[in-house]
């Protein structure tokens, strides 16, 4: 009851003084939404890279004068291999469409007596092949087939783009973190200031008897709205940009990879938001008032 | 009730508050402090309400050595004693039944409680009617009055007051003394500090008087 009576007065306070109110949750909720974002693009991103992750393949380029009978008679082989899911081969004429119809070069191809392309049987691995290991063993063991001139695993580049995204995560774990401080350090400067301007009522409360414990209550409630209100910006401000991104970010996806859904904050990433900045206004109350109550003595 | 023994006080820079001053108040007497200001009248009220430290000599309250007092305790011993001041002392940002129910409020009282002691005590103090009112909106008798209201509701064993007719006009002020009387008689010890001589004598209770620090009456 009297704890309820305290938040809901400290709410009351902030209130009253509306315009400081305003801008500390405004430099409160930037600081936490800006975390949130970063949070959200490396979701996102790691979110593709799983989907690129299935898309493994193991390229066979055969050898110039191995016959179409060959590279059929290869296919119907690596079709009965245990570890592989499916193949397809791209006989010379084929892969000069293909060629001609992407690249743009087919004029230039014309230009050549003969079709410089090699054939190709593209080997598609089972799902149930996950690891680099057993990648790079299948791998091996196709290489030494006598009809493949080169064997090629095309994982190098997803790897190369995981390396950066671990890079990036650890990034956006440095910045939150230095926000988060941030956010203590701004509510815990706001709380002083609340403190000051209510030296009088703390010196009055203390003569009349109030622990520490009674005069922080309402200040520490104080920090807990001012980090709630910014988590509760912060969200909008998140959800509101992510929807502005959306459309832009899902051509981009879609021209790469297919239909690719933008993530935004789950319901429980939004309850740990609000939580975790309750807390920090917490913590930054509570880090000034132990240091700044004991202070406060009559005269 | 209160109890000095050989206490000295010194600031930085007043040298000597108070000199080796010793007495007894018991257990529901009345007693005025009085001395030219500067004599060391608020010294002597602020080391029995623990806002100061003696120098040397000791201070007992109800038996209890304030000098071997923790910060934590504190709190609970300023409870027992109401305080009243020259200025007051109100939150002016609050109506006249918060400013009383302040010391119920921090002792844990429920809100039914704080009502009802609230309204007993306003009745006491003639403020019937004023409950809803701030203080800067009231006269500096009845703004004294809502510090006693204050510094009574919650029954305390000891009363100080540092010059609490300060700023009241003298018939103001024996309303006050009238006030102060009558928690006496309900048992009540109240330690007055005044430069008001006129008031002591005609109370007829025991003078202390300060001179340049020393007990030089009492």
């Known amino acids: ?299 | 009730m209160i109890k000095f023994d050989h206490v000295s006080k010194g600031y930085a820079e007043v040298s000597d508050a108070l000199v080796n001053v010793s007495f007894t108040i018991e257990k529901g007497e009345m007693a005025f402090l009085t001395g030219h200001s500067g004599a060391g009248k608020s010294t002597l009220l602020k080391l029995i309400a623990l806002v100061e430290t003696v120098s040397r000599g000791q201070v007992f309250l109800d038996g209890q050595n304030l000098n071997r007092v923790s910060e934590q305790e504190i709190p609970f011993i300023r409870r027992k004693m109401g305080l009243i001041f020259q200025d007051y002392k109100l939150l002016n940002d609050r109506t006249v039944a918060d400013n009383i129910a302040l010391p119920l409020l921090i002792a844990g009282y429920n809100h039914q409680d704080i009502k009802r002691r609230v309204r007993a005590v306003l009745d006491k103090v003639g403020l019937v009617g004023k409950e809803k009112s701030y203080p800067l909106s009231l006269s500096g008798g009845e703004q004294q009055r809502v510090g006693i209201a204050r510094a009574v509701v919650n029954k305390p064993s000891l009363i100080l007051a540092d010059e609490p007719t300060g700023n009241l006009d003298p018939e103001l002020s024996i309303e006050v003394m009238r006030l102060f009387k009558q928690f006496r008689q309900v048992g009540v010890t109240v330690f007055v500090a005044t430069h008001d001589l006129s008031q002591v004598v005609e109370s007829g209770c025991r003078q202390l008087i300060l001179d340049q620090g020393r007990l030089v009456s009492g």
């Open chain 1, 1 to 299: 009851m009297v704890h309820l009576q305290a938040l809901l007065f400290s709410l009351g306070q902030q209130l009253r003084t509306p315009f400081s109110s305003v801008l500390t949750i405004a430099v409160l909720s930037i600081s936490i939404a800006l975390s949130g974002l970063f949070y959200l693009l490396v979701k996102n991103v790691t979110h593709l890279t799983g989907q690129l992750e299935t898309s493994n393949q193991i390229t066979l380029f055969l050898g110039q004068h191995v016959s179409e009978q060959d590279g059929e008679r290869l296919q119907r082989q690596l079709e009965k291999h245990r570890n592989i899911q499916a193949t397809r081969l791209i006989t010379k004429a084929e892969g000069l469409k293909e060629f001609e119809s992407y690249s743009g070069f087919g004029d230039a191809l014309k230009a050549l007596n003969s079709n410089p392309l090699p054939m190709v049987v593209q080997v598609f691995p089972r799902l149930s092949l996950t690891t680099q290991q057993q990648l790079q063993q299948l791998l091996d063991e196709l290489k030494v087939i006598p009809v493949v001139s080169v064997a090629k695993l095309d994982m190098q580049w997803v790897q190369r783009l995981k390396a950066i995204i671990v890079l990036i995560e650890r990034g956006v774990l440095v910045l939150a973190s230095i926000l988060a401080f941030a956010v203590i350090f701004i509510t815990g400067n706001t709380i002083r200031l609340e403190l000051q301007n209510r030296q009088q009522e703390v010196v009055i409360a203390k003569l009349v008897g109030a622990t520490n414990g009674f005069i922080a209550r309402p200040f520490l409630y104080s920090g807990f709205w001012y980090g709630f209100l910014a988590g509760i910006f912060a969200w909008l401000m998140i959800t509101g940009l992510m929807k502005l991104l959306q459309p832009p970010i899902e051509h981009l996806t879609r021209l790469y990879l297919g239909y690719q859904e933008v993530i935004f904050l789950s319901v429980m990433n939004s309850v740990i938001l609000l939580a975790v900045s309750s807390l920090l206004g917490v913590v930054g109350a509570w880090g000034v008032l132990v240091t700044q109550l004991n202070r406060l003595k009559p005269e």
